[in-house]
Nanobody
Framework: QVQLVESGGGLVQPGGSLRLSCAAS????????MAWYRQAPGKERELVAT???????NYADAVKGRFTISRDNAKKTVYLQMNSLKPEDTAVYYC??????????????WGQGTQVTVSS
């Protein structure tokens, strides 16, 4: 089994910054793609950013130039640095990790979600 623990959410004023972290643990042989999603009230969950094992990055248009995704493979952790936050960034943020377990079975795991609220 693979467990993901998120941290770093909270309340911030417009224009502020937050850094989210998501640490994976358990039966992990290899981590492939790591990603962040978000879900605002009354809306569907949407992809925010991804970082495959080669370290390349992809972002939703709404966050390009403001958010940065990164990963620390040794710590099995993915980060999301969020700058210039806007009220429309308010959502529950979820990390998502795809990889291979020691039993040579693939896994696709979600974090528990962390609330980000941008408000004055």
């Amino acid at each position: 089994q693979v467990q993901l623990v998120e941290s770093g959410g909270g309340l911030v004023q417009p224009g502020g910054s937050l850094r989210l972290s998501c640490a994976a643990s358990g039966s992990i042989l290899r981590i492939n793609t790591m990603a962040w999603y978000r879900q605002a009230p009354g809306k569907e969950r949407e992809l925010v950013a991804t970082i495959p094992s080669d370290g390349s990055t992809n972002y939703a248009d709404a966050v390009k130039g403001r958010f940065t995704i990164s990963r620390d493979n040794a710590k099995k952790t993915v980060y999301l640095q969020m700058n210039s936050l806007k009220p429309e960034d308010t959502a529950v943020y979820y990390c998502n990790i795809v990889g291979l377990g020691y039993a040579l079975t693939s896994f696709h795991s979600w974090g528990q979600g962390t609330q980000v609220t941008v408000s004055s």
